[in-house]
């Protein structure tokens, strides 16, 4: 049977344009098919305006930091949301013009529209039938409105980086990557920021012991934080939200972030055409090649609700891409994957936390330093920088590497590499440290500050203590 592509892409973000670019290079006919901005979340409203918003923020730091290096700083500054705003819009304008650019270069068509799956082999745009040997879906996921009653009323993180100009005082509801993103930002931008979470730390899923420190730090950044006090239901009143705590009581805010996390994005598809059925969360399931239940479907990226991260799209798409048009099939290995959380200071982190690599059955040597960096010392200041590093302590090999502090994400970037090869605690004693770097740090840590059997229960310290200090 003739069909008018090899492969028909749903969703025109990174891990969409990753697997296009490359089932064209291998050959294939292939169209994608975007209903808004070409780039995705993470290009035009997610991680690349978000980082270029927390170095705004950051600026504000160094700002206040320099004169302790010296530096005479006369006059008033003061951040101007509305010219953040503008040179954001004509980046990420830019940013979509080079996809579009790489889309056509590369061969693929872009179909722009909403498409609708009507069966195997067709996906419908407007009055528009295409038909493939092979669907994708990369339609990555969307903010939740759903969770707490009245919280349809609160800004998502796409409005909040479509202000033009800040609030005085902010709200931000959920505890994950970006609720911990936007309120330390907003903070040192000057907003009045209280966050609010059902757990008693924020960053769920991350080793407890960065968990404690981010806390400390959000605190020490000027954010108020409410563990254990997300709103029971938001109530709007007049241009201000209500919100409302379990025992009744309530607190107004002009703003207020609905950061409860996402959910990925399969509303209205056509997959029930296929007998595809997403999970509760609206995931769909696939197997080891990224295939759904119909055979020639595949899913990629956040919509499968694994590992939903930009890096892990694009090495999704790609790996799909080889095995449909490539020489050989190839899969990805998401076992070990480095990851980020943009906070002041930042977070890196690759490998489990220790509660999991406990789980997992590792008796483990655990190595750890925290201390005040020589850049934020030099000028009085309390800011620290935590590393761990999770060592089997049968094996040596070296299972995670977690950091707080300046840089963090750019050298447990570096480090992935050396866990992914396989290295020991003896490689890292072996390597000769670059003098004075915070890196260094982790080819210094020459013994454990604790061994823990496998069996043994790991509670962070509280914000506070002497081991959050």
């Keep these: 049977m003739d069909h008018d592509y090899d492969l028909v892409t749903i969703g025109a973000g990174s891990g969409g344009i990753a697997a296009s670019r490359r089932a064209a290079a291998l050959g294939a006919r292939v169209a994608i098919v975007e209903r ?18 927390v170095y705004a923020a950051a600026y504000g730091d160094a700002l206040h930091e320099a004169a302790g290096y010296g530096w005479r700083i006369d006059g008033e500054s003061a951040f101007e949301m509305a010219r953040w705003a503008d040179a954001k819009a004509s980046e990420t304008a830019r940013l979509e013009t080079v996809y579009r650019q790489m889309l056509e270069g590369s061969g693929v068509a872009l179909v722009e529209g909403t498409a609708r799956i009507e069966g195997a082999r067709t996906v419908r745009v407007g009055d528009r039938a295409l038909t493939a040997r092979h669907i994708l879906v990369a339609t990555g996921s969307a903010p939740v409105r759903d969770s707490i009653p009245g919280i349809e009323h609160c800004a998502t993180s796409d409005d909040l980086l479509d202000l033009r100009e800040l609030p005085r005082q902010a709200a931000v509801i959920g505890a994950g990557y970006i609720a911990v993103e936007f309120a330390g930002a907003l903070a040192r ?35 108020e934080l409410h563990p254990g006090a997300a709103p029971r239901k938001i109530q709007q009143a007049g241009d201000r939200l209500l919100l409302v705590a379990t025992d009744g009581r309530t607190r107004d805010f002009g703003f207020v972030l609905n950061a409860t996390g996402r959910r990925p994005d399969t509303a209205g598809l056509g997959l029930e055409t296929l007998g595809i059925e997403p999970d509760a969360n609206g995931a769909l399931g696939v197997d080891e090649a990224l295939r759904t239940r119909a055979p020639n479907v595949h899913a990629i990226g956040d919509v499968t609700h694994r590992r939903n991260l930009t890096p892990v799209a694009i090495a999704e798409g790609r790996a799909l891409a080889e095995s449909l048009f490539g020489p050989a099939p190839r899969s990805v290995d998401l076992s070990r994957v480095a990851s980020a959380v943009f ?16 789980a997992a059955g590792h008796r483990l040597k655990v190595f750890e330093a925290d201390f005040r960096p020589m850049r934020t010392a030099f000028i009085g200041s309390n800011e620290r920088t935590y590393m761990k590093l999770l060592v089997c302590a049968d094996t040596d090999r070296v299972l995670g590497v977690h950091m707080l502090g300046t840089d963090a994400p750019e050298i447990v970037q570096s480090l992935a590499v050396a866990l992914t090869a396989g290295a020991t605690k003896a490689h890292f004693d072996a390597t000769i440290a670059v003098h004075p770097t915070a890196a260094e740090e982790f080819m210094l840590l020459r013994e454990p500050t604790r061994v823990v059997e496998p069996a043994a229960a790991v509670v962070a310290a509280p914000v506070g203590s002497a081991a959050a200090s």
């Design 189 to 223: 931008l000057g907003v009045e920021v209280c966050m609010y979470y059902r757990d008693r730390l924020p960053l769920r899923g991350f080793d407890d012991d960065l968990r404690v420190r981010a806390a400390a730090a959000l605190q020490a950044g000027g954010v």
């Design 343 to 358: 906070t002041l200071p930042p977070i890196g982190t690759v490998g489990p936390s220790e509660t999991e690599a406990l």
């Design 36 to 53: 808004g901005r070409v780039g995705g979340t993470c290009v035009i409203r997610g991680c690349v305006p978000k980082k270029l918003m």
